[in-house]
């Protein structure tokens, strides 16, 4: 889905602003090039029938918008609730897709009005690692901290670190 959105137009499917106003919406700040609807031009009544004639990377990348934006609200709610201002994204979804880190930075722009900030993991396959590690040195009393450089005066895994893990 990730590759063939590549090649779609989702304003092909989507229902956008424009669609509905001829332009933008500026009373409350809305382009005309803003999805109102995702998925809408395929359930308007003169095109019913004819779903079948939408491009598979047509939807594909509306379906990407679709998710992204709803990723992002989610993210936006839960961020809201615990006081953060930044929200930190990972994982094969996100992994080297600019579409959908655009998407995911600008619903998060969009809903917290510029508050808060999503920042994307460069190396997350290895998060499960290092929450098992500093779980693990949560009982050796160990601090660390972690950065694209690290600056550990000791070794990070040592033979004796390995047998007792």
Excluded at 25 to 38: D, E, H, M, Q, V
Aim: proline share 1%; net charge positive.
């Amino acid at each position: 889905m990730l590759e063939k959105s590549k090649h779609g137009d989702n304003t092909n499917v989507d229902m956008l602003v424009g669609d509905i106003y001829g332009s933008d919406y500026g009373k409350i700040g809305l382009k005309s090039s803003t999805i109102a609807s995702s998925m809408g031009k395929v359930f308007k009544k003169n095109i019913r029938q004819e779903v079948g004639n939408f491009r598979n990377e047509d939807i594909s990348k509306s379906l990407l918008y679709m998710i992204s934006n709803n990723i992002g609200q989610i993210a936006y709610l839960n961020a809201q609730v615990h006081g953060l201002k930044k929200i930190y994204f990972g994982g094969c979804f996100i992994r080297g897709q600019l579409t959908t880190m655009n998407t995911l930075s600008y619903a998060i722009n969009f809903w917290s009005k510029g508050t808060m900030k999503a920042l994307f993991l460069r190396h997350e396959g290895y998060l499960g690692s290092v929450g098992a590690f500093l779980k693990h040195n949560k009982t050796s009393q160990r601090t660390c901290s972690f950065s694209e450089i690290p600056s550990f005066t000791q070794p990070i895994v040592t033979e004796e670190s390995i047998k007792s893990f």
